[in-house]
């Protein structure tokens, strides 16, 4: 049975950091394309970031860019967000997502494995 396990969400002030994890379990993924998403109350889950099976290839949404940054560890069966200077804005839940291709690795239907998610909060 797969498992997408997330880690490293929490409460942070305005201009913080954090680092998300999401460790894969049951399957590997490193020939797969992953990705983070995030749904705030109220709004539609969006694609924050992709990334490759070769992590040559990735995706940001703008809102983000410059500030996130997704890395993985085929290795470890596990996929990074890395994210700075964090804004009130970038409050959610974050979810990873697993197996998809590089063609559709920021559309939210493409994805055939989920995480629950972790809480992420930007205080301002």
């Known amino acids: 049975q797969v498992h997408l396990v997330e880690s490293g969400g929490g409460l942070v002030q305005a201009g913080g950091s954090l680092r998300l994890a999401c460790a894969a379990s049951?399957?590997?993924?490193?020939?797969?394309?992953m990705g983070w998403f995030r749904q705030a109350p109220g709004k539609k889950r969006e694609c924050v970031a992709a990334i490759s099976w070769k992590a040559n290839r990735t995706y940001y949404v703008d809102s983000v860019k410059g500030r996130f940054t997704i890395s993985r560890d085929n290795a470890k069966n596990t996929v990074y967000l890395q994210m700075n200077s964090l804004k009130p804005e970038d409050t959610a839940v974050y979810y990873c997502?697993?197996?998809?291709?590089?063609?559709?690795?920021?559309?939210?239907?493409?994805?055939?494995?989920w995480g629950q998610g972790t809480q992420v909060t930007v205080s301002s």
């Open positions: 049951g399957r590997t993924f490193s020939n797969s394309a």
């Open positions: 997502a697993a197996d998809t291709t590089i063609a559709t690795m920021a559309t939210l239907g493409a994805y055939d494995y």
